[in-house]
């Protein structure tokens, strides 16, 4: 794994009363401002993680190379220790395996698959699931989106208690991002290839 897979947190300016801080959104801001964490299951990536783990309360942002590489064999530690409560796999490009799930210990009544009709109805989707509380994660997959969808989703992640992934192309890489923890993910020789990236 690449030494530079995040970054160091930006720091909060000294203006800004500490009963503020926390509610206030900076595009800066990296994950280790997010509430808790729970572990990814891989002892090297949780070393570069902020925290020890994935954040919850914030948006993570994986850009794949392409789908199935092995994101969610990436991610399905950390899902296997959550409270118990249902994943929402919002616009997956594949239908979920149901079966495979099912080996990795995941009763079909904790996935909850969501296909939405538009794009506008995915991300209203998402702020949902965020907002209800009634579920541990979002896996939300999507391409193309407008710079204040992405921060709406920010906003209505920082407010739930929830983990957070949205996986997008690799070729949204070079677009501003107000995820504050972003990495790509690359096929390797080993299983995957993580590395940060910029969210401006």
Same mark, same amino acid.
């Given at each position: ?5 995040? !970054?160091?947190?930006?720091?909060v300016?000294?203006s *800004?009363?500490?009963? %503020? !801080? $926390? ?23 949780? &070393?570069?993680?902020? $925290? #020890? ?7 993570? &942002?994986l %850009?794949?190379?392409?789908?199935g590489? #092995? &994101?969610?064999?990436?991610l *399905?530690? !950390? %899902?296997q220790?959550?409270? $118990? ?17 099912? !080996? ?8 909850l ?16 699931? *965020? ?16 710079m ?18 949205v ?9 501003p ?12 020789? &080993?299983? %995957?290839?993580?590395?940060?990236k910029?969210?401006?």
């Amino acid at each position: 794994m690449s030494d530079s897979v995040l !970054a160091v947190p930006a720091a909060v300016s000294p203006s *800004l009363p500490s009963s %503020l !801080a $926390g509610l206030v959104w900076r595009g800066g801001a990296m994950a280790s401002d997010c509430a808790g964490t729970t572990s990814s299951g891989y002892p090297q990536l949780d &070393e570069q993680l902020p $925290g #020890g783990g994935w954040p919850h309360r914030c948006l993570i &942002e994986l %850009l794949l190379q392409q789908n199935g590489i #092995g &994101e969610i064999r990436l991610l *399905l530690p !950390a %899902l296997q220790r959550l409270s $118990g409560q249902r994943i929402a796999l919002l616009q997956p490009p594949h239908l979920p395996q149901i079966a495979s799930w099912h !080996a990795q210990g995941f009763s079909p009544e904790r996935l909850l698959w969501i296909r939405a009709p538009s794009l506008s109805d995915a991300l209203w989707t998402a702020e949902q699931v *965020l907002r209800n509380g009634s579920c541990d994660a979002l896996l939300l997959w999507q391409g193309a989106m407008r710079m204040e969808a992405l921060r709406r989703l920010q906003m209505a992640a920082q407010a739930s208690d929830m983990l957070c992934w949205v996986l997008r192309p690799m070729v949204m890489t070079d677009i501003p991002s107000p995820a504050p923890l972003r990495l790509a993910l690359r096929p390797h020789a &080993e299983g %995957l290839s993580i590395d940060r990236k910029s969210t401006r």
